[in-house]
């Protein structure tokens, strides 16, 4: 296995546009209890004692958990055979305000080296909009901790939220370089139809985009997936894992995984989003897929992981080479992926260089319309494989 997801649902609030599994930490289950059951998960599924590519603990709110658990937990994990080396990229998700500076120094201790602060805006009324519970304050004091001991700084920005102007997103990205950050993912807000942030929402997003790729890239910082710039070097090895389609295991409610040697064309498996559920069921046996029930796991068929593949391909800057990408594929699947991608290449959507195919500017503000017309579907099935 390549990576390891830990999803931690605890959270101090509910903000208003958020859809992950969480819990209100008032609610949640104990974190020792919650920990025993992630164990548990985690020995039943089989260990390839290689050393993980990256750890990444996700939430949720994972700097909630105690430092002796998330400790325990580390160590747990490596002793199983799920080796960390000082090579594993280890990243904890942190809220705002729930930081402080002993508790980094015993992060950094137990080897965590990557941090992901949500500071989503540094404008209070915005933040208070959406329901965040901290303020920029908060934002700016973890920031000035990370900085004092040198840590490796990834922050979350969210855009196009309620009356937001383009001058607030340029102020926003102003503060972000008053500090030492390596790596930023802007994220356009995404809700539901009929949510109440709908309201009063500016339809400037071509321009904010505009905005942040100019700001981010008049600096040192280099796009390298749609939504994800990071300085050379400190790019995310955890997600890369997911937009090449490697071995990846999610423990935890509502978590993820993927084994793309499973069958022909892999196999992805997930938890329930129901915290009750997830306690209750029986941890032991969740490595065996007979064992799941059957809306908990889908064995990919050639389409879907064919568009799959499509579309994590290209949403990474530097695109694919079909012979790399598109090895278990035949022939015929990989000259029918040639036309369509020579069609959008016409329309000027993709670029072909150096055997590589990509967005092109014009498909990076239209990939919607270029995911779509890379959309296989099940007539796949039985012409191909
Ligand atoms: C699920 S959160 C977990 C991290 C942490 N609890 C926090 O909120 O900062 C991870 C990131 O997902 C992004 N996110 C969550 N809901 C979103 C939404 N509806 N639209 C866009 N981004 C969202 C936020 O930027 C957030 O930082
Ligand atoms: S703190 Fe993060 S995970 Fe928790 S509700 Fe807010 S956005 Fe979601």
């Not at 404008?123 to 901290?134: A, P, Q, T, V």
């Not at 979350?156 to 607030?168: A, G």
């Not at 390298?224 to 409610?253: C, K, M, P, R, T």
């Amino acid at each position: 296995m390549q990576s390891l997801y830990v999803h931690i649902p605890h959270c101090l609030q509910k903000c208003h546009y958020c859809d992950f599994a969480t819990v209100l930490n008032t609610e949640a289950p104990d974190f020792k209890d919650y920990f025993e059951c992630l164990k548990k998960e985690l020995r039943s599924h089989s260990q390839s004692k290689a050393p993980l590519r990256s750890l990444y603990f996700g939430g949720g709110t994972p700097s909630l958990v105690p430092l002796n658990i998330l400790e325990d937990f580390i160590n747990y994990t490596h002793n199983l055979g799920y080796l960390i080396d000082s090579k594993t990229e280890i990243t904890l998700e942190i809220n705002p305000g729930t930081l402080d500076h002993s508790e980094l120094i015993s992060y950094l201790k137990m080897g965590i080296n990557r941090f992901s602060l949500g500071v989503q805006s540094f404008n209070n009324d915005y933040l208070e909009k959406i329901g965040r519970l901290h303020t920029s304050q908060s934002s700016i004091e973890s920031l000035k901790i990370m900085g004092e001991l040198n840590v490796n700084i990834s922050v979350d920005l969210l855009y196009s939220l309620p009356n937001q102007s383009l001058e607030d997103i340029h102020k926003d990205l102003q503060e972000f370089k008053k500090f030492p950050i390596s790596h930023i993912s802007p994220y356009y807000l995404t809700l539901p139809k009929s949510h109440f942030l709908n309201e009063d929402r500016k339809e400037e997003t071509d321009e904010m985009e505009d905005l942040i790729h100019d700001e981010l890239t008049k600096g040192s910082f280099n796009r390298y997936e749609v939504s994800n710039y990071a300085l050379a070097g400190f790019e995310s090895q955890h997600n890369q894992v997911y937009w090449d389609h490697l071995n990846y295991l999610g423990i935890g409610v509502g978590a993820h995984s993927f084994n793309p040697e499973y069958a022909q064309f892999g196999i992805r498996f997930w938890n329930s989003k129901n915290i009750k559920k997830y306690m209750t069921v029986n941890h032991d046996s969740l490595g065996e897929f007979k064992d799941r029930p059957k809306a908990s796991y889908e064995i990919l068929k050639v389409h879907e992981a064919l568009t799959d593949l499509c579309h994590t391909g290209l949403r990474q800057i530097q695109g694919f080479v079909i012979e790399d990408r598109f090895q278990k594929f035949n022939l015929e699947t990989q000259n029918e992926l040639k036309v369509r991608l020579n069609q959008l290449k016409k329309e000027a959507y993709i670029q072909h260089q150096n055997n590589h195919w990509s967005l092109s500017p014009k498909g990076l503000k239209w990939a919607n319309k270029v995911f779509e017309a890379l959309y296989f579907g099940p007539h796949y099935l039985n012409t191909t494989t």
